[in-house]
């Protein structure tokens, strides 16, 4: 299947502080990537979709300026957890469409710790 | 509001014998369906993409798809210990994808 790769795997920051994470696609062009969050044994929430070369669409609830996402390229989109708090610490892990008909492939996922 | 049922368990099945999870999802117009395997820690994994009713067998898995009955089912025979997880069924929609809660599988040794 397609590859999709997700830096850094564990991060673990002070609070107040800006933490970027990376999604590419190895081996395809992804002009839609998915960011989702997961709390502990809780499902997967999507969070936005990342259009490469234009803004990102939010799901309800999600703040954007406090979850910037940028997708500059077609291998690669960022999601910039900005000023962040202890309750933003999760799972964070994105996707991105490769392969056959629409299936969808994740990154390894970041976990994201504020201390 | 589109959505994917699971059954969340656990659902335990001996070593060996066959794992049987479901789902249904309630927007009939939906034409692409997957089966992740998602282990504590760790992102989802595919398993099994689904389009046309009927069974899609990839070695000891099974997908099932019945679209008039919106119910997409996936079968693991010789359940291993290693297939303990959860199993998320994702319908992909529109704009994006409609992902079950889950079930939790055991597979006891």
């Known amino acids: 299947g397609a590859v999709v790769s997700q830096h850094p795997s564990r991060v673990i920051c002070k609070s107040g502080t800006s933490v970027k994470i990376e999604c590419r696609s190895l081996?395809?062009?992804?002009?839609?990537m998915f960011w989702y969050r997961q709390f502990p044994k809780q499902s997967l929430m999507l969070m936005a979709t990342?259009?490469?070369?234009?803004?990102?669409?939010?799901e309800q609830g999600v703040e954007k300026d406090k979850f910037l996402i940028n997708h500059a390229s077609l291998t690669l989109s960022t999601l910039t957890v900005t000023s962040a708090h202890p309750e933003d610490s999760s799972f964070y892990i994105c996707?991105?469409?490769?392969?056959?008909?629409?299936?969808?492939?994740f990154g390894e996922g970041s976990r994201l710790t504020v201390l | 509001q589109k959505e994917v049922e699971q059954n969340s368990g656990p659902l335990s099945v001996p070593e060996g014998a066959i794992a049987s999870l479901n789902c249904t999802y309630s927007?009939?117009?939906?034409?692409?369906f997957f089966w992740y395997r998602q282990y504590s820690g760790k992102s989802p994994e595919l398993i099994m993409s689904i389009y046309s009713n009927g069974d899609k067998e990839d070695g000891r898995f099974t997908a099932q798809l019945n679209k008039a009955s919106q119910y997409v089912s996936l079968l693991i025979r010789d359940s291993q210990p290693s297939d303990s997880a959860t199993y998320l069924c994702a319908v992909q929609g529109t704009y994006k994808y409609i992902f079950g809660t889950g079930t939790r599988l055991k597979v006891l040794a």
């Open positions: 990342s259009n490469e070369g234009s803004k990102a669409t939010y």
């Open positions: 927007d009939r117009g939906s034409q692409s």
């Open positions: 996707s991105a469409r490769g392969g056959g008909p629409g299936e969808l492939f």
């Open positions: 081996d395809f062009q992804a002009t839609t």
